[in-house]
């Protein structure tokens, strides 16, 4: 599953804080641990699993907004047909 298929699913991710997700969608609505911290992403497992919730739940619903706005299929779609019409 991508980040995209999980957000519009509104479901939690906990995953590695990578130079890649730096200022994505990613870093601003799931939980980031620094890579090889354990400790963090022990900590982070913990609370997701306790239901320490802190927001959590209307994040989830923004990011899956967010999905909906701006990452559906349909506006894919839309945007290839508007370039191909563009070419033309």
Known sequence: ???????????????????????????????MVEPGNINELSDAIVE????DNNGKAEKLIKARRV????????IYIQGLHDIYRDLS
């Open 67 to 74: 999905v909906e706005k701006k990452y559906d299929e349909k």
């Open 1 to 31: 599953m991508t980040f995209f298929e999980v957000a519009a699913c509104e479901k939690p991710v906990i995953s590695c804080r990578l130079p890649a997700y730096i200022g994505t969608f990613a870093e601003k609505y799931f939980r």
């Open 48 to 51: 997701e699993l306790n239901g």
